[in-house]
């Protein structure tokens, strides 16, 4: 229950009753979709052998329908997060270095990202908090970095972690981190860039090549059916 709780706060569910409700959506789905399975099989009328093995892969698909649709979730929340860090980390600099404290700079990434980075602002929003709860910071930010899921939240909770240990720059730090996450996401938009074409092979060849040839082999092959038909080679 405890992984199955982190999983459903990565993917922004951090509710009570999320693990119950997750649970129950699993064996709820599964029956709707052992039920659809065998109401066909009956309909087309199938033995009952057959229609029981396709009724128990419905139902072991429809339970694991709501884990995918949580991967997603995942997915998606944790892309939103990796996006808005470099914009937040920039703020928290320049927060830190106006002479606002760490809780206080988190605090205000919180106020003003809040409609631009909903996702990253509510988190460094319930770090505030729990600090304020009087949860030692380094504790409230391995929270927050298991919340998300992110490895670049990790590594930025080590750093700050590593940054009040010893005593150094907190503003540098998160400066250099905001300058790698910029780096990393530039790099992660040139791979993807690069993957494009490899990515429009099948489309070309299955949709757009045979246009072409209908183009341009259709009237040579017009005229060779005239030739051949006419009996004059």
Known sequence: MTKLRWRLSNGGFRNESAPYTFLASK??????????????????????????GFVLIGAGVGFMLPNAWLNMAIGKRQGQIRQALPDCLD?????VESGLGLDAAMQRVSDEMDRVHPTLASEFQLVTREAQMGIPRSEALANCSR??????????????????????????????QSAALRVKRRQAAEEKAQKTAVKLMAPLIMFIFPAIMVVIGGPAMLKMYDVLMSGRF
């Open 91 to 95: 703020l928290m600099v320049i927060s």
């Open 27 to 52: 064996t709820v789905v599964a029956v709707g979709v052992a039920l659809v399975v065998g109401l066909y099989m009956w309909m087309k009328g199938e033995p009952l052998l057959n229609a029981s």
């Open 147 to 176: 919340r998300t899921g992110v490895e670049e939240v990790q590594s930025l909770v080590a750093i700050i972690n590593q940054a009040e240990r010893f005593g150094s720059s907190v503003a540098r730090a998160l400066r250099n």
